[in-house]
């Protein structure tokens, strides 16, 4: 029989038919003389990752300009038959594969490019016409992460279809185009100025002047950089930002938070609480993606400290107050993030998630002096009789064995070591007695505690470290450290106050991530740290829910009831899911997809439906959307590319939301927080090879140092196979970073001892464990990264807080603690003296619906 064989020819599209044609012909000759037929087959020679249809139902065209100038318009003209609701305009970068979400930028053919009327079906999609992408409003974010303006390299704008059930894109219609860099005058006729000298807490005005009002770019940023003066390329975020044209970090555009003004000339005031004491400079960033190539910096001012006299207010005293003591240290924290606040809800956005929510993305420009004498100062011991005693609970009537059958005895201090009595004496400090908040920050270098006066930092509240901080108080009253009536008092006065004043949006009814004594909106409505509030509200109602008195439980039942969380995930169940709400009650900042501390979000979004939504196509989709991206019962099979999994060393296989890892408090936030993450055999594998991968990391820095000729020191002290800990907090050139796992040099290998001690909770027994206490042990006890608050009756804490290895900053000490980021210690370490359920008896939970 005849053999059939098929040559297979990568011919470009380019090639002309007078070459490809007679090579056809060559082909046919040759197979008419032997007993083989021979089937030429042409490819084209470059896969890009879709599918080509020549054409479309009819003429397909498209039309650009063959280049742009840096942040110019982008304009695509077209030109199709009979376009398809699913058919959209994307920018891609020449070296980007046509895939769904790889794209840097996109519009729908219907309203004006709008991505929220995509697909077009209540509105035709138009067969000719022209979109713009643009930094204005309809936002044509894509799912790379590239900002507006895109920088100078090679693209393609393309004509797509978009199958919905599988996300395969099919190219219809390509052209190519390039933009092109700033313009290297713009820098040199640019100029920055401020004062030499400003106090910590001053208002820091920047002078900015352009030669030429098109010298100006929207989104321009001024960054203030500290010690040293940054030189481009610059991978790293200043310190605090914001906009040149807007003089804010909000923007002027309602679909994202990108600013459209452009001013030649002029001053913005940048009045950001975290910045203290040091060298700073001042930079125009033209740039909106990293790395910053065109960058204008001033010359060098400082911010010096101002000299306050001790506050005298002390912290509760119900502890010892001969504490170990030792040197303390100075400055704070809060770092905004570069991401805009919104992006595509059709599209997942994919963003690194280089700053984690729990990290502010704003600080307010006006805080007040004074406290408004109206806000009570003391709450009620009881629930308000404003909270209704009958809504849906959590409990059902006849409570499951899981939960304690009495009320647990007030007894004699638990067998607890100083360094836990230090802990305690430390984190209660950040609570303020008058309402129950939990401050965001402290200060090693003066004796003020949360509640005090003086300064703006003693009642700056953030919702994140108010969830923590109910948990830590029903650990503190499990070691006996609190009574149990101390503990069920403040838990109360806590969770009332959050229920009656904390600012909410007025749609959903998430939390404001911050606020003050006078209960004023201070930064974004945040969907995480609502979680994170949320969850310590659940826990202290399991913990403190008497056999005679379920009063806690109940309020904990109606503040989860009032927040509409299934509304943070699209029911299109795409990955992405909502960062932020506006103040009007919009869903923004579409670009959360998993894996990250997000999961606690989604964990109680599911947990809502069941319990608040009815069963239809609406309002039934954040269960899929768990199961789908996170699980309950093993590794999630994920949607859309995510999760990612990572396999680090070809050995530790973990989670993330990128191509890397994700910060190692991610992990610890979710196994505090929820018991169906511990329960998760996954996530318990997961956990030890997150903490493997931490120690293989941290033993050499990929190579940087070695226990022979380079070991790793801190103040004086070999710790070269002892530290690791991928954490969040103060770095020696920034107010605040955030630190993964391969990335320690870009924050001066920084490492934390709250994350070393936060794995005691999650790896439980074994020699893993051991090695975990006596690492964390060995540098308490030889004082090696140790801190020590001094408090006003002379009392003091010693605590374990972030170090360097960096030769350049091994003597460095650390400015400021964040009680979000040193809550994994208050959990870790009390493990080692908690019963071993205890996490699993109260950590949030629906008996009734049998998952915990």
Known sequence: PKRIVLVKMNLSSTTPSSIAAPILLQLLILATSYYTLTIPVLIAAQDDGASTIAQHNGATTMKTKKKYKFDEDIKVKYKISNPSSTTYIALYKQSARLNYGEESFWMSLCDDGNQDSYPCTDTAPTIRGEVVFSVTDPSSKGGDGTNWPPPMDAYRACLLDRDLETNKVTKLKCTTFKVKDLKSTVLVKSSLTTKKKYNEGETIVINFSMKQKNHAVRN????????????????????TWVYAGCDNQEGDQNQSNYCSVKNKSGNVNINDPSLKKGRYYACLIFDNNKPYNNVKC???????EVKTSNPTSSPTSNIPSSLPSSQPSSVPSILPSMEPSSSPSSLPSNIPSSVPSSVPSSIPSNIPSSSPSTVPSVAPSKVPSSVPSSAPSFMPSQLPSLFPSSTPTETSPSPVNDHMLNIYKFFIAYRDPRNGMWCDNLAFTNSGVCGDSGSWVYDFYSAASTGWGLISDAVFTELGLLSYQEGYDRANQTMTNVYQHWPRDPVHGFYNHFTNFGYTAMGEYSTIDTSILIIGCEFAGNYFMKENDNSLRTLANDIFKDVDFPSAIGTDLYPAMYATVSSDGIMTGRYISPYNEYYILAYLAQQWEEIHSTKDEVNWHAGKYFETYFSFTGKPDGNHWQPKTLVYKGQYEVLSDQNAFVSSFIPQFCWYAVRSFRTNPYYVQMMQNWLLSEKAYWSDLDGRYNSQDNPMYTRGINVTGRVYGSGAGDCPQAGYCVSKIGSAQSTDDTYSAAIMAGFLGGITAGPLHDEIRKDVEWLYDNDVCTYVKVYADGSSSKVLWRCSVSPSF???????????????????????FLRPDFWDLYSHATPSLGRY
């Open 220 to 239: 321009q940023v001024i960054g203030l950089y500290k010690w040293r003066k940054p030189t481009a390329p610059i991978n790293n975020d200043p310190s």
């Open 298 to 304: 001033s010359k060098k001012f400082n911010i010096e």
């Open 810 to 832: 091994s003597d460095w000490q650390a400015n400021r603690p964040t009680s979000v980021d040193f809550s994994t210690m208050v959990f870790g370490y009390s493990t080692n």
